[in-house]
Antibody, heavy 123, light 107 residues
Framework: QLQLQESGPGLVKPSETLSFTCSVS??????????WAWIRQAPEKGLEWLGS???????YDNPSLKSRVLISVDTSKNEFSLQMASVTASDTAVYFC???????????????WGQGVLVLVSS | AIRMTQSPSSLSASTGDRVTITCRAS??????LAWYQQKPGKAPSLLMY???TLQSGVPSRFSGSRSGTEFTLTISDLQSEDFATYYC?????????FGQGTKVEIK
């Protein structure tokens, strides 16, 4: 059974770069023919898709984040990562990683999800 | 970006009730809609995709439908484990967007 697990710091200072890693177990990113995504949820708020990466590197990015987000994949470690630059308090959220299933021509829904990791942006 | 608007934002219901949640897209997304269930402190889990196709293991009391750009999630015979927040998500195009959620609470 495919499982995803996020890891990263729980506290980041404003203006710094936030970094998370998602480890994939129970299946391989290589030859998965899938995208791998990051989604966040601010406290008591809804879900916001941040970006997705294909196993070989092509990405989809959310333009609302104004190029602050960089997603990368390390197939040798079976993991993918998120970096978000210049964070502010509004970036405080639970960050989830998820498999982004590839449909006929582009990614579709998200399944499964990691358990999520809370990050607080505060000085 | 396609805007997804859910209603109501919350509702109270009793076990055994029939519950309906609506999600309206700001433009046509054909049947490219998924629903998720999220329980407190947990990650969302996929309920259904393609408007009405249940994910494996999801009980048949969950169903979905579409009329134009309005989508409906129906839970018949509400069970205690169904009290949660439900989100819709369009995958017609990027950026993939979610509704703001509907919290189903115990009456």
């Amino acid at each position: 059974q495919l499982q995803l697990q996020e890891s990263g710091p729980g506290l980041v200072k404003p203006s710094e770069t936030l970094s998370f890693t998602c480890s994939v177990s129970g299946g391989s990113i290589v030859n998965s023919n899938m995208y791998w995504a990051w989604i966040r949820q601010a406290p008591e708020k809804g879900l916001e898709w941040l970006g997705s990466i294909y196993e070989s590197g092509p990405t989809y990015d959310n333009p609302s984040l104004k190029s602050r987000v960089l997603i990368s994949v390390d197939t040798s470690k079976n993991e993918f990562s998120l970096q978000m630059a210049s964070v502010t308090a509004s970036d405080t959220a639970v960050y989830f990683c998820a498999r982004h299933l590839l449909g006929d021509s582009s990614p579709d829904w998200f399944d499964p999800w990691g358990q999520g990791v809370l990050v607080l942006v505060s000085s | 970006a396609i805007r997804m608007t859910q209603s109501p934002s919350s509702l109270s219901a009793s076990t055994g009730d029939r519950v309906t949640i609506t999600c309206r897209a700001s433009q046509s997304i054909t049947d490219y809609l998924a629903w998720y269930q999220q329980k407190p402190g947990k990650a969302p889990s996929l309920l259904m995709y393609a408007t009405s196709t249940l994910q494996s293991g999801v009980p048949s009391r969950f169903s979905g439908s579409r009329s134009g750009t309005e989508f409906t999630l129906t839970i018949s015979d509400l069970q205690s484990e169904d009290f949660a927040t439900y989100y819709c998500q369009q995958y017609y195009n990027s950026p993939w967007t979610f509704g703001q959620g509907t919290k189903v609470e115990i009456k």
